[in-house]
């Protein structure tokens, strides 16, 4: 299903599937979900190639390989048939960014659902029945215990968080501020928790993302009004105030908001803010004397990724990932889905190219 | 000599020599510099206890120790006569931020040349013939081979320089750009310099000190307008930019140059923002699209100032630190200079209860 034209219905091409080369990967994908990214994309609030395929939130099983034998990242051999994830670009491994360990900003980087679409051999987004893997591509099987709904958001959405507490260090015992509880916000709630937080707050303009925060591993959740509120900020204090900021909702007052609740040592890390906004307003006193960190991060490593698999394996069955999901759209169903993605009844809307789930 | 309001005559008191109790050290002061800090109370720029003896850049020779044996900070026994300088605070190692690796930030902080002057068990201050350190505070023998002016400023300068490394990680071949060329940006040259850095640029408002910079390891200075000039800027992108600022000014527009002239996955450490300011405008999305860091620092852990005394034990064949150092002033000059400490033509003045030097 190719995208041709903002806010317009998305139109069917049809090309012969290609032979992967040696270090390719055919996919016949099972399952991508609808990504803010997307919508954004769809509704022209932020550019793109276009004609694109789609769709980044991806899995799958191995189609077709190239004689040679290819492996994951864990260094396994793959097979025709494994259920799989991969990160959400391609890259060569030789480029200063790389080298220092921040692949994903890698010059060559081809991007899932992100290129332009020439021909089968630029089979790349989620919104189609097969994906071509480049080389360079980090892949992962995925435990079967995860279900699709689960598994889609792994190489984007969780990855992302997993390289947030990356980038945070150990948290244990630490007091968290989740600011933001959609899809990246719930991940971290939930994977803060799994690591071994102390209290994990949450913060949100709205109260029904609120209440599903605490299903998420969430201690307690404040709108944004709460939390500028003199009484509230007391009541945080009084119980240890917040080490550690996850900022995924990119809103410029959250930001400034978080720094100023932060304990001495305390730590801010930014994913949210990747569209253009007002600069914020800090005041580097405070940032000295209190000896805090902010770090941003724009996706994340393959290791993030291997991470966030290993979380979903065990938190699937503590917290209702499963019930983010919507239905489950045919892909020639793509306008409707995105329609639905719009108006933000669910977190997520799923699309597979072959089945219904969920009715 | 006691401060006990801002601009006027230090006074002179006289106190009988306290026994030191268990745990605590008698010292005999060889040399004390003027920190900028002591020049900020003094003449009434910040606040402060009066009467108070300052001086907190000391070192000295233990004159007296309680019967029950002492350690320096690496285990060693203590003896009457050693040559020391130690942590410009003592705390008890118990509160939360001691345990959380923040010593300095302990609520029962007791800050060398800070402190209000009572009797004799107060003698906390470097500009006075003896200081009593308090049980916890980090002692450490000084190699003889490091002058005495050259020591004194190695429990404040240097060893914020030594925590703004150990917070910058790494920085071997890496780029960095020091902002501010006084003792501390000097001492961030070196130190860089010493640790494998790549590049190391420096900038400042003064061209002198710029060109002092230049002894100290700095690869070329920048006065702040250049840096803000598209050529110079493309110059420097063209040497392969920075990858860590080290932020010594304070600056509001020093701090946001340097966030702009980070590159991808870059560092910036602030050490120089503890004085009333503006509030910097500040960019999300490039701190998250350029994955950057931003790490405040105020005072150090005890670690550091040991690597700040490795630091000098090798530059200061290398680097002239021995001549930031003004003539010697004796302990009863002390006036005289507090107004040669302002005046800017030196980066250090020196004081000795006992001898003059460098005449």
Not at 5 to 34: D, H, R
Not at 105 to 132: M, V, W
Not at 308 to 337: C, G, R, W
């Amino acid at each position: 299903m190719v995208f041709e034209k903002v806010n317009s219905s998305f139109s069917t091409a049809t090309v012969t599937l290609p032979m992967p080369q040696p270090g390719e990967v055919l996919v016949e994908i099972s399952y991508t979900t609808i990504c803010k990214s997307d919508l954004h994309t769809y509704f022209g609030r932020r550019g793109g190639p276009k004609p694109c395929i789609l769709g980044h939130e991806i899995i799958g099983r191995i189609a077709a390989l190239a004689q040679q034998p290819i492996h994951d990242y864990a260094g396994n051999s793959l097979q025709t048939g494994d259920r799989i994830t991969w990160s959400v670009y391609a890259q060569g491994g030789e480029s200063k960014m790389a080298k220092i360990g921040i692949p994903q900003k890698s010059p060559d980087l081809y991007k899932y659902g992100h290129e332009p679409f020439i021909n089968n051999r630029s089979l790349n987004g989620g919104f189609a029945t097969h994906c071509l893997l480049r080389k360079g591509t980090a892949i992962f099987k995925l435990p079967t215990e995860i279900t699709d709904n689960e598994a889609s958001p792994l190489n984007c959405t969780h990855a992302t968080i997993a390289g947030s507490l990356r980038l945070a260090g150990d948290v244990k015992n630490k007091s968290v501020l989740v600011s933001g509880a959609g899809m990246l916000g719930l991940s971290a709630c939930a994977m803060s928790r799994e690591n071994g937080a102390g209290r994990v707050y949450v913060t949100d303009i709205s109260r029904v993302r609120l209440e599903h925060a605490l299903a998420f591993g969430a201690s307690r959740g404040f709108t944004a009004d709460q939390l500028t509120a003199d009484k509230i900020r007391k009541k945080i204090e009084s119980e240890g105030g917040i080490d550690l900021v996850i900022e995924t909702s990119g809103v410029p007052a959250a930001m400034e908001n978080g720094i100023d609740l932060l304990n001495i040592g305390g730590t801010s890390i930014w994913v949210g803010a990747v569209y253009a906004q007002r600069d914020l307003s800090i005041n580097a006193e405070k940032i000295v004397r209190k000896i805090l960190t902010i770090r941003g991060l724009h996706n994340y490593i393959p290791t993030d990724l291997a991470t966030a698999i290993q979380f979903m394996n065990k938190a699937h069955q503590k917290y209702p990932f499963h019930n983010l999901v919507s239905k489950t759209y045919l892909l020639e169903q793509l306008d409707e889905a995105f329609m639905v993605a719009d108006n933000e009844d669910y977190y997520r809307v799923g699309i597979s190219p072959t089945k219904k789930q969920n009715q």
